[in-house]
């Protein structure tokens, strides 16, 4: 239907804190991705779709 939504909470430190950054975040392709997780995860995530996604620049996460 065209709707995403996500909440404003994220990982840091062990601990839920407020989100810095949107977690939805719109390709240049117009691609809608959503993140969850620790923050450092979800701000590289972040960057590499406002990039366009990549192949050879996928960010590698952080094991929890």
Known sequence: DGIMAADSA?????????NPFPKITRAPDGTLVGMAGK???AWWL?????????????????PL
């Open 10 to 18: 994220c990982w840091s430190g062990g601990r839920e804190q407020p």
């Open 46 to 62: 972040r960057q590499w779709v406002l990039a366009g996604m990549p192949v050879d620049g996928a960010p590698r996460l952080i």
């Open 39 to 41: 923050s450092a995860d």
